[in-house]
Structures are given as structure tokens and as C-alpha cells.
């Protein structure tokens, strides 16, 4: 059993943008900062539902199947599943619709629990307010024995990071500055000692770095 | 003809370090950032004046051996040079001692200039107070059609990028984080326009990231 993270920063460490206004949700940035991994043959597959078979196959695929091979539960935070932005409707399912990618339990971190949610395709969403020692005991339960994928954003990672809680972290690094948002990197002095660190770059530019115990 | 920047830089993104003490000048961050690189065998002949053929010879090597190739004058900040530690000693000759590792035309940026200083194997200190598009304008003079490399540091360098002045940026980035230091990376959004990106991963797990027009 694994505790996994995985990311897709810029190359100056940005994970989560910051450039969303009301015209434009998601903002320009993100779409930039996802674009090797959003073109995956994989991705199309498991996040679009697009069966046709398009996409690329290279080593940003390679690492996007990675990416859902063996996580059995997953812990993200508030943020992440929307509740920043959409909290106060008790409606609000999460970003994906009625076919969310995660197939598992999904332990999103909030200081304002609401009841958990089910869909048909095997996630259920579960809220809590927990340490992050205490929510991967869950997660690690709920896996019985499969990874845990610490999905994010930065903010929630970096105290899993801190407490030597991560197994495995992967940061797909795009070639690109976008100069604002929020830095995975920040007082993480040091996190390298007893990882192996190795770094393998696709055809798209992207760096997939490798922190492995 | 080719502006170039070559630079070593964490992870996290930090080209200086800000730890040196009285009792470890150096501090013990410059020693990590820089480890594979003065680990080649190129360093070693090149600047320490080792001619017994250790250190390394892959990929961080052949770095070093272009680090050194082509470049016929060079420009960097007073910090680099020393000016901000040693300015008040009108003897200060830098940190090199008497085998400067440039061998060509070097000119410091510094709001208080001094007298050149010339040392028996063609490196040539000059101090001058001038804009990046001014100092450039010296050094292209001076190389005679070679290369001019922007040196560093981080500070001096970033307003060159900014003014697209520089044809190669060479960034070695250790796979370490040092969560403190002087960020390459500040208010660069979008330098990547108009350069082709491309990355190479050495056996010390240093990523050689390379912008090239």
C-alpha cells in the first residue's frame, strides 16, 4: 500500500491558479498547466469518456495511466471538490458531473462536514473535518490494502508532505511560467532526503518527476 | 553570435543562497545546488585546475564543457564579483584568485564603478553602470562575434529576460529543495513565448532544462 500524490505544477512550482474571473471559471491558466495530460489517450478515456481511441500515447500517457492503476481511495481538500466556491449550495455534487473519474472513496477535508455522497459508478464523496494522519487512516481503511492518492490541492499536500505521510510524489512539471497562483514548493526544505529522486521528460516538454521512497 | 544565461537553481526555484554565516561563508545550500556540476570532470579542469582526469563525464559533463564553450565576454551583477561583500576593500580582486575561470572580458553592473582589473590569462574585469540593453551592447563589442553570457545572479539576470535579450537559457536543476534563497523564477510569466523548450535528465538526477530561440 502506497501514498500517492500526484500534480501538474508549472516550472516556476505554481499547482493551483489563481486567475479565474466570472467570464472565465476556470481561468487561462489551467488549462495550460493540464494541457500534455488533458491530450493523453488515457485521460479522453477515463475523464471524458471518449472511446474512440484519440489522444496521445507517448510518456505523458504512460504517466496518466499510472496515474489511476491501483488508487483505492482517494483524500483531497475543500477546494478541490468545489465547496470553495460552491459551499453554500447543499446541492453541489463536486466539478465531474454524474460521472466522477475517481471510482473509490473520496475523503474531502472541510471544516464544515455535509452528507456523503454517492454515485453509481463506485465514488462516494465522504466529508470530514480531520488531521491528515487521522483522514489517511480512513482512506487507508476504505483502500483495504490499495494506494491512497492524496489528490489536492497544494495547500491540503503540503502538511501530508511535511509529516513524511507521502509514499510516492509525481509532479508532472509543464514547460511554462505562469508567475502567479499557488506554489506546491513553499517551506518544503529538505523533503528530498530519504526519496530517490528521478526525472524522465515526454515528447511535450513535461517533466515527470519521481520523489520514491 | 548568442546571448546565453546558464544557471544553476533548486528545485523550489532559488539560483542564490541566503544562508552564509561569519562562521560558514559559503554557506551549506551553495555546496548542494552546485554539487553536480563541480562534481565534472570539465569543473575540475577548468576551475580548480585538476588535470587528473576525475570527476564525471556524462550528462552533466557535456554540459560543462558548453558552459565553457563559445563565450568570449561576459556580464554579471557585484554580487556575483563580490562588490556586495568585499565592496568597501579597493583590493578586491573577486573570488578566484589569481586564475579567473573566464579568460575573456568580464563586465560587472555596479552603481559604484572601479578601475579594470586584468589577470595574466585574459580575464579582464571591467565595473560599469549601465542597462542590461547598454552593458550587452559593451559586451557584443568585446566578444567580436562569439557569445555573451549573462552570469549572474539571479537578480541581475531576470531584467535581461525580461527585455529579450537572451537567445539560450540553460537552467541544471539539482532535485533538491531548499526553501530559501533568491527565486530565478519571479515575474517571468510567459518567457517560455518564442523559445523551444527542451530537457535532459543527467545520471545525478540534475534536469538540464534548455529555452532556445
Redesign the interface.
Known sequence: MTVRVDLNIS???FATTTDQTPENPFGEDWGRLTEAYVATRTFRERVLHDTSGAGTTGVDDAYAQAYFADVAAEIMGAGMFGLHAHGDDPGWRGWWGEEPPFHVPVFVLTHRPRPSIEFANGTVFHFLEASPEEALARATDAASGGDVRIGGGPTTIRPFLKAGLVDRLHVAIA??????GI?L????????AGYT?????AES?T?H?TFAR
Open positions: 516550472l516556476d512550482g514547460p511554462i511560467l505562469l508567475g502567479r506554489r514548493w513553499d517551506e518544503l526544505r529538505g523533503l528530498e529522486v528521478t526525472a524522465e521528460t516538454g517533466v518527476l
